[in-house]
């Protein structure tokens, strides 16, 4: 039974094309992240949501739009497509997060969706 | 200068050695402290975690935290083959929302 499961695990596409990555979780957890990987095997975030609610929207081209039907699915949309968005995206999840008093925030990752752009 | 830096590697080392790994970091406001572990392919799974400053054992793993030198360490003992991965750090202030990685150091164990 896989805590938090992505889809697909790899997406091979051509620069300007339109894709989506989508992530559900069955921990019962309230926040929801998405991470990139880059070759170097740096791990930044990108977005965070708790139940539904955007809370952390780093530095990211709005080419990338994220949507929380509900707070165990976070999807990932990417619009025209770059050489540059090839990397590993990481979806993961937390209990808490979602406010200041959260105290250790202890992330369960997926276990990736490796995308390259030609 | 990234908020938290660490050395890349890679790491060789024998079976059976004891292994330092650490990551220096600039934010003070830091308080939460974490190591994951990377299998190749997989996603970020979570070894340790440590409040403040201090040291925290589990098994064959030790993770320390020196505030005052803004440094944290994550020393494993026998080391074994299966501890090839790579390990990164990560940390968060005491708001968390946001957890920051290092680069990770990737290890490897020989028998």
């Known amino acids: 039974d896989t805590a938090v499961s992505q889809t697909p695990k790899y997406l091979v596409t051509q620069m300007g094309n339109d894709k989506s990555i989508k992530c559900e979780q069955n921990?019962?957890?309230?926040?929801m992240y998405w991470y990139k990987q880059d070759s170097k095997k740096f791990l930044k975030i990108m977005f965070s949501?708790?139940?539904?609610?955007?809370?952390i929207n780093e530095t990211v081209p709005n080419r990338f739009s994220p949507k929380s039907p509900d707070k165990a699915h976070l999807n990932l949309h990417i619009n025209s497509l770059e050489l540059g968005d090839s990397a590993v995206y990481f979806c993961?999840?937390?209990?808490?997060?979602?406010?200041?008093?959260?105290?250790?925030?202890?992330?369960?990752f997926g276990a990736g969706s490796r995308l390259t752009v030609l | 200068q990234k908020e938290v830096e660490q050395d890349p590697g890679p790491l060789s080392v024998p079976e059976g050695a004891i292994v330092s790994l650490n990551c220096t970091y600039s934010n003070s406001a830091f308080q939460y402290f974490m190591w994951y572990r990377q299998y190749s392919r997989k996603g970020p799974e979570l070894l340790m975690y440590t409040y403040s400053s201090g040291n925290k054992e589990d098994g064959r793993f030790t993770a320390q935290v020196d505030k005052s030198s803004k440094y944290i360490s994550l020393f494993i003992r026998d080391s074994q083959p299966s501890d090839s991965a790579t390990y990164l750090c990560a940390m968060s202030n005491a708001g968390f929302q946001k957890l920051v990685f290092g680069t990770g150091t990737r290890l490897l164990v020989s028998p």
């Open positions: 949501y708790n139940n539904k609610e955007l809370i």
């Open positions: 993961a999840s937390s209990q808490g997060g979602g406010s200041p008093y959260s105290g250790a925030n202890v992330l369960t």
């Open positions: 921990l019962g957890h309230d926040t």
